[in-house]
Structures are given as C-alpha cells and as structure tokens.
C-alpha cells in the first residue's frame, strides 16, 4: 500500500477519475444485465443510471455515488481487500521503470489512489443479491467489513466516503471538483452530477427592529408625514437578499464523440477522448485517430485510435489473452471490451470504440460473438485502421521519397509530423510484421508499412517502396540479411561484392524477421532473396565458367575433406571479395541467425533443429591468394595432412565469421594453435614443459610449514588472550 502511494504522491488530482472509472464500469455492467432483466433496476432513482458527487466540508468528507451493479461482501473482500493482486505487483514494477503516474488504472489498482487524499475510506455497496454492506479501511492495509444498519438504504450500487487529510481540503472546492470531472471525466458515457451550492435572490420581510427605530426619530414630524406613515404600514414590509441553495449541476453534457460529425470535433476533443477511453492521462497525444461511419448492410459508427506508446505487457501472452482494446457499443449500450473478434491480434495495440445499430441488443455475449455481422465489421475496421497507419507515413515528411522531399519541405510546415512514422515503427514495428505472418489477405498492404535500415538508408527507416526505386536496372531481387545487430551485419563478408557493385541490401535484426521471412515471398513482383543463402545471383560473370572448371579440383577435393561436416557441396562464390570463404545455407534450410535463434530456445526438438539445418555450402573466392595457393598444393600432392589441416580451419573460421556456432570450439582452438607453431616455426610435436617433480615436492612442504607456523601463531594469540580475560 505505502508503495503505490508514495509513488503516486505527486499526482493526487487521479483520486477522482479512478473513482468516476470504476462508477461508470459499475454502470456499465448493470445497464448490459438490463438488457434481458428489465427488473433488475428497479423504480425510481434506482432506474437512474448516473453519478452523483457531494462534499460535506465540516466533516470533510467528499462522497462519490453510483446506482451501477455493486458489490457483495465476497466482491468487497476480493476487489478491495486483497491490495496484493498481480495488478499491483506489475504497476510497481512499470513504475519503477518509467515513473509514468498516469497508467494506475491500467493496472486495476486505480482504487487506492483515494489514500492519496483520505486517511480513512468507507465503500457502502449495495448488490441485488445481497445485503447492504460497508467496507472500511485506513491507509494501513487493515480492513473491516461489516452489515450497514445505520445508512441510508441504497436501493442498489455503491457509495464511497473519503474522509479527506487536513492537506487536501482543496477537494473540498466545489470549483476544484469541476476541473478535476472537465479535465478527466468529461467524456464518460454516463451524467456525472455535483451537489453545487447556487445563490439567489430572495425577498424576506423587513427587519422590525429598525422600523421602530425609524420611529423613535421621527417626533418633530408634520402631520402630512404620519398620513404616508400610516398608508406605508398598510403595505407589507420587504427586502431582497442573497440566499445558497443546493442542486445537483451536470458536469458533464458533452454529446458522444462518435456520435457527433467528425468535421465538428477539435483535436484537443480527440485528445480528451482517448486519454478517457484509455486512462492514459500523460502529456503526449495519440499518434493518429479515425473517426468514421460504415454503411450499408452493417451499419456502424466507431473511433480508432493509435496510442503514442506501447503497453508494457503488450507481446506478454500474446496469443492467449482474450482482452480487446476495442469497446463495443449497441445502440449506445456498452457491450464489452473482450470481443477479440473486433481486430486481429495483430492490430490489438489500437485503442477505440465500435457503436452498431445492426447487432442485437437481447442476446448473450456468447450469441453476440457469433453474430455474422461482426465479420463484417471487423474487415472494415482493419482496412481502416491500416489506412490510419499508413496516413502517418504519408503525412511524415522524413517518410517521403527523395524526389518529393523538395516539395515536402515547401508544402509542410508543420513540424508536429515529422519523425512520427518513426516513433510508431519504434513502438508498433513487431505488430506490423506478426501481421504479416498471421494475415494472408492483408500481407501487401502490411508489407507497405514495413521499415527496416539498409546498407543505403544513412541510418533512417526505409520502406520496400524506397528500396525498389533504388534497385539497379536489371535487379530482380529485394536482398536481405539477418543477424543480431546492424553493426554486426554490416561487417559481414557477404555484403563486400555486394556493396562494391552499388546493391542495396536491407538490415534484418530483428529476431521475428526470421519467421517474417518465411511468409513475406515477394512484394511488386519482386522475389526476396536472403544473401547469406545459395541461390544468389548477380548477373552473369563472364569468367565464371572457367573458374568453376579452373578450381574443381580444389572444389572436389575439399568437399570430400568435409564429409563428416555436413557439407552439402563447396562451389566458387560469387559473394566475395576480400574474404576467402564464406559459410551459405541451402535455400529452404534455417539461416546462421536462425540457428542460434533455435539452439537459444528452452524447449526447441534437437531432431527438428537437425532437419530444419539444412545443409551447408562452402563458396570460395577464387581470387583469393589463399585459395590459389591451396588449389596449387591441393593439385601437387592432395594427402598433404597440413593442407588438410588448413581446409579444416579456414571452414571453422569461415563458419564463425558467417555466423554460425561452432559445434566443437576445442577442436578449433586445436587448429589454430598448430598454425601458431607453424608460423613460429616449432615442430607440431614439441611438448609442453612439464613442472620438476622435486621442485614441486619442495614447494608443497615449504606451504605446508608456513601454514603450520600461522596456524600456531594464531593459538598462541588465543590462548594469551584467555589469560588476559581470566586477570
């Protein structure tokens, strides 16, 4: 408890908009039960579905009301006495790591933020299916729970008395209250009431007193006077003046955002809405918004958010959640917010609404969810929201082509866009490209919105669309390579021939752009091809063919030499440049990054990783003067057991600085320290000079004795000591 509200401290003002949360999500639930139980909200007040907040500032108690579900003595004890809910343990833990005060509701621990301002809280509920109870607690963690028989009936729903702090006696403000409810609660879906003070003018008779002294002075009077004395005391004597009243105000008369033109709505309104919808109160706003109306045989009206952050538990329990961040409305009446059949898991980062005049209103959740009509309204809202996100794109200048920046530039001078695509990519990226894995129909469009760094994008985001203007005449492939980092990759010796001939090859660093890649074949009729794997071409060489028959003996030879290494085949490259060899992978089997991807996982099938390996193809580089040499020895005498050796470490090295992981790293350490010898010019059968015998029989006693001498000392200490304390 002490943690959450000292770490809260500094933002007391979120006290009430938990509080009208929670009462609006009471309201919620009641209204959707009364949809097949007309009598489930009673007559009178009862029916009225609203919140009611008064203060009462001689006792200092502020009192937030609600006529919505409430609460059972189990419900109490489970959503009010247990502060150790793994909500609470996670919002901690986010704060410690971003101090973002504004995401407590998100955690469902919203609740005890009342501590912030009460030292002492009373929750009266009052469930249909139970008595009246209240709940009372001070900001120890200590609870009691006990039958209310000294309150005022409820009727049904829950009222919650803060007895404020002498500190936070500006709750106390009526005027205070009205921002608080403006600012945060303004677009909640249910009338938020103030019992606000009201002066008026009031006619009360004149005081008596001071018409008798107005008669005591009057002595000397005329006669004609005490005539008009007279006729003035026939008519009553009166006076107006200032009198407060109470009434309940509304606070919140703001029509439906998605219910109004979008043409009508202000950005801040937008703003206002979403940080409402999604109890995300920090400074920022949301990326982009869609606000639109479908029509025809689904009739629906709803607002698509993007938020400008990703939820800290966003790809936690990715594919077994069944939390939506979409609301679902019929006819006005809140549905639900677990409809997962809304958007893809995929899109599940987007905040907003749907409101359907088309769905019925009388049928369980569970009838609702197989409804055909969702189908349609989940294909329209996907083509919007990725309209939404592609408008980011387009209205961002860092996103538009080289030739357009000029226009760009002179067109647009609004600041705000520039570097959002980034900042959504940075935050949303995975989602985009899970899309494309888990969406068919959608893969092009979603391909469009994919960004990457490149061996030509400068350190900025690039999109495929860049990419294929860039392409060299006569390209016929997107290439790609992946590993763990850019800088990583970008040292790769894959990349040198490529680089020289001006090619453009995209950075995947990823670790689902491996998976991506499996499902992303092609995009404009463009193949992809992954350059660290066989099958790469560059155009025709024109030497190549007398190359390859040039060194086929060496090829032959080699590939033999590595028979127990799973060598597939060993064929001049057409890759490198400065390196020898290099290490690709057949066209269907795991990439080097793959492997250690696989080989990292918990739980991964060795069998599988064996077969999913695929074999492996040594490319050399025929220019090379280490592979000349070898070809010259191979040719003069190919038992040679120090070329063998070498074809051995060049392949364990040439399989390291291509990425892959050493099966046996002794038996290369081994390698290498023999080309040491070699270059050193020691025999590779000089032995390692082992330690004298008597020397080190010698050294063992020469320990001993000092440890003995010390340990003897040390007695000796012990026992003087002894004697001093028996003195």
């Not at 004890?77 to 101090?99: C, D, P, R």
């Not at 400074?283 to 479908?294: G, Q, R, Y």
């Amino acid at each position: 408890m002490d943690i959450i509200i000292n770490s809260l401290y500094s933002n007391k003002d979120i006290f009430l908009r938990e509080l009208i949360s929670n009462a609006s999500d009471a309201l919620d639930k009641i209204r959707f039960l009364s949809l097949t139980d007309k009598e489930i909200l009673g007559e009178g007040d009862n029916a009225k579905l609203d919140i009611q907040i008064k203060l009462d500032k001689e006792k200092k108690i502020l009192s937030i009301r609600d006529r919505g579900i409430g609460m059972t003595k189990e419900d109490l004890i489970k959503n009010l006495g247990t502060i150790a809910k793994s909500g609470t343990s996670a919002f901690v833990e986010k704060m410690q790591t971003s101090g973002d005060l504004n995401l407590i509701g998100q955690f469902g621990v919203g609740f005890y933020s009342v501590y912030l301002v009460a030292d002492y809280v009373e929750v009266i509920s009052k469930h249909n299916d139970d008595k009246q109870y209240v709940w009372e607690s001070k900001a120890d963690g200590a609870f009691a729970i006990s039958e209310d028989v000294w309150n005022e009936p409820l009727g049904r729903g829950t009222e919650i008395r803060l007895h404020l702090r002498e500190e936070a006696g500006e709750y106390l403000e009526e005027a205070k209250l009205k921002e608080l409810v403006k600012r945060y609660s303004e677009f909640i879906n249910f009338p938020i009431y103030l019992w606000a003070s009201k002066e008026v003018d009031v006619e009360v008779p004149a005081d008596e007193d001071e018409s008798s002294d107005e008669e005591e002075t009057s002595d000397s009077s005329s006669s004609e006077e005490e005539v008009e004395d007279e006729d003035a005391e026939k008519k009553p004597k009166s006076k107006t003046v200032k009198e407060t009243t109470y009434e309940w105000e509304l606070l919140n008369d703001v029509k439906a955002i998605w219910l109004r033109n979008p043409k009508e709505v202000t950005e801040e309104e937008y703003t206002k809405f979403y940080q409402s919808l999604a109890k995300d109160f920090s400074e920022e706003k949301p990326l982009s918004w869609s606000h639109f109306t479908a029509e025809g045989d689904v009739e629906f009206k709803a607002v698509l958010f993007v938020p400008p952050k990703a939820p800290h538990d966003l790809y936690e329990s990715y594919y077994n959640t069944k939390k939506s961040n979409l609301k679902l409305y019929v006819r006005r009446v809140f549905i639900s917010d677990e409809f997962d059949e809304l958007l893809p898991k995929y899109l599940n980062f987007l905040k907003g609404l749907v409101d359907s005049d088309t769905l019925p209103l009388n049928v369980s959740r569970e009838m609702l969810q197989q409804h055909s009509s969702l189908k349609t309204i989940k294909k329209k809202l996907i083509r919007k929201a990725l309209d939404m996100i592609r408008k980011i794109a387009e209205e961002d200048p860092d996103e538009s082509n080289d030739k357009d920046k000029k226009d760009v530039e002179k067109s647009s001078d609004d600041d705000e866009k520039k570097g959002q695509y980034a900042k959504f990519w940075n935050e949303f990226g995975k989602s985009i490209k899970l899309g494309i894995i888990e969406d068919a129909s959608n893969r092009n469009r979603l391909a469009k919105l994919l960004r990457f760094e490149s061996t030509k994008s400068g350190g900025k985001l690039a999109s495929l669309d860049q990419y294929i203007s860039r392409m060299k005449p006569g390209q016929k492939d997107i290439f790609y390579i992946t590993g763990s980092s850019k800088e990583q990759l970008e040292k790769s010796p894959f990349l040198e021939r490529l680089t020289k001939k001006n090619y453009e090859v995209i950075f995947f660093t990823d670790p689902v752009d491996e998976y991506l890649m499996q499902y992303l074949m092609d995009y404009e009729d463009k193949k992809f091809q992954n350059v660290s794997k066989e099958g790469l071409k560059l155009g025709k060489d024109s030497k190549y063919k007398d190359l390859k028959e040039s060194f086929k003996d060496l090829t032959k030879w080699w590939k033999s030499a590595l028979a127990s290494e799973n060598v597939d085949d060993v064929k001049i490259s057409v890759l490198l440049s400065d390196t020898p060899c290099v290490v690709v992978t057949s066209k269907y089997g795991w990439s080097a990054n793959m492997e250690r991807i696989m080989q990292s996982q918990t739980l991964s099938d060795a069998n599988k990783q064996a077969y999913m390996r695929g074999k492996r193809v040594l490319e050399i580089n025929p220019r090379h003067p280490i592979i000349k040499e070898l070809r010259e020895r191979v040719v003069k005498d190919s038992e040679d057991e120090s070329v063998k050796k070498t074809a051995q470490l060049m392949y364990q090295t040439a399989l390291m600085e291509s990425g892959f992981l050493l099966s046996e790293p002794k038996h290369f350490a081994s390698n290498i320290y023999d080309s040491v010898k070699t270059s050193l010019n020691i025999s590779p059968d000089a032995a390692v000079e082992e330690e004298d015998e008597a020397e080190e029989a010698e050294a063992e006693a020469e320990a001993e004795s000092k440890e003995a001498s010390t340990s003897k000392g040390d007695d000796a200490a012990a026992d003087a000591d002894t004697l001093k304390d028996e003195l």
